[in-house]
């Protein structure tokens, strides 16, 4: 079970809460910050990194609940399609290799008043997949972050 950690303040207490979410499953812990400052927005980030299953159970969840009519089978059949010549064949076969791979969230932040976020992900495959010789792909990962700012207006050149 999570607490509700109270500590001593400067001029009173600062109160923050965990909670922890399941996902078909699987617990999911999240902290916030001082709620005592929930006017300035709410602040919450992972506590921990969550592993949410492979791509393809992701992809079959989302066509389940939303009918994307993208999932492992129709996934499937497009790799199967690509021609088995080379470089292509490799190509195939890490990304029937990749669609397999363990997903993983490793970082997850969230700011409400000025929209930051972040979230970092990694996918794992079983064994990992030969690039060349004595090379071979172990994971990937990638970070996306936005830092809640506007982007600049696009300037239109009239003609």
Known sequence: MNTLPLENANNGYNVAISATFDYNG????VTSQDL??????????LSNPVTLGTINDFLNWLDDKLS???NEEA????????????????????????????????????????????????????TPIEIVSSLSLDSIGVEISSTGDEPPEEEHING
């Open 75 to 126: 996934l499937q059949g497009l790799i199967s399609s690509i021609p088995n010549v080379s470089p292509l064949d490799k190509i195939k076969a890490g990304l029937g290799i990749i669609f397999q791979a363990d997903i993983t969230i490793r970082s997850l932040s969230v700011d409400t008043k000025s929209h930051d976020y972040s979230i970092g992900v990694t996918a794992t495959p079983e």
């Open 26 to 29: 699987d617990k999911i812990p």
């Open 68 to 70: 994307t009519g993208l």
């Open 36 to 45: 005592n400052k929930i006017t300035d927005g709410i602040k919450f980030s």
